[in-house]
């Protein structure tokens, strides 16, 4: 079985068992799986892709990424606020290639990049999708561009950026987890936790190949949450 079947089986798995208290650890311990699994799959498919990507330079004090479906305004918008030239049509794909400009304000230079459309499943490979998103990982800011008659594409958006480990809107969760020689998983928290148990917790730990740490929590996170920070 490959990764992309494990992957699938236990996304359904996921899906088939409800979620309560009996089953949270279950669930965690399926979720940090295929975490891993997930991760693995993007390695494997980047090596492969070596050399394809794109190659972008960085200039300027920030950097800001337009992202977006096809034929939505970002080279229109890019040519507006920079100095670019980017290729505007009124066809899809007219944009291939990263198309960076710079914009000044009050004495900053900031570089904005126009990047290719993405489509649905971008972040599984599609249309170079995963080599187009991966130019918004070390971005300062994404800018999502939009048709307005298309709202439902911002979902679409925001579930593509995740799954290839950005999170938009999101503050990283305050939890420090220390690896140890010996004494097994002990937990604490300055917060009440509604969404994890001390059993999840460990078996999320665990799954991650760690039998002896302290962990502290000062949020109240999800388990996906908690499994970002590992």
């Known amino acids: 079985m490959d990764i992309d079947e494990k992957i699938k089986n236990i996304e359904e798995e996921i899906q088939k068992t409800p979620y309560n208290k009996a089953t949270s650890h279950h669930i965690g311990k399926l979720k940090a799986k295929l975490s891993k699994l997930k991760e693995k799959s993007l390695q ?6 070596k050399g394809k990507g794109f190659h972008v330079k960085k200039t300027g004090d920030s950097t800001v990424v337009l992202v977006g479906f096809p034929s ?6 890019l040519n ?14 007219t944009t291939m290639d990263i198309v960076p400009g710079i914009m000044e304000y009050k004495g900053a230079q900031i570089q904005i990049f126009d990047i290719p459309g993405i489509i649905t499943g971008a972040a599984k490979g ?8 991966s130019v918004s990982r070390n971005a300062d800011l994404i800018v999502i561009v939009m048709d307005v008659f298309n709202p439902e594409h911002l979902d679409i958006i925001l579930r593509e950026l995740r799954d290839v480990g950005i999170r938009p809107n999101e503050k990283k969760p305050d939890v420090t987890i220390k690896r140890k020689k010996l004494g ?3 937990v604490s928290s300055t917060t009440s936790l509604n969404h994890l148990n001390e059993k999840t917790i460990r078996s999320i730990v ?6 002896n740490a302290d962990v502290l929590l000062r949020d109240d996170i999800t388990i996906d949450q908690f499994i970002d920070v590992i």
């Open 72 to 77: 939505v305004g970002k080279s229109t918008l």
């Open 80 to 93: 507006e606020i920079t100095n670019a030239e980017s290729k505007v049509g009124n066809y899809k794909f």
């Open 126 to 133: 599609k249309g170079r999708g995963r080599e187009i998103l």
């Open 206 to 211: 665990n799954e991650y190949g760690m039998h």
């Open 184 to 186: 097994g998983v002990k």
């Open 44 to 49: 494997r498919k980047s090596s492969a892709s």
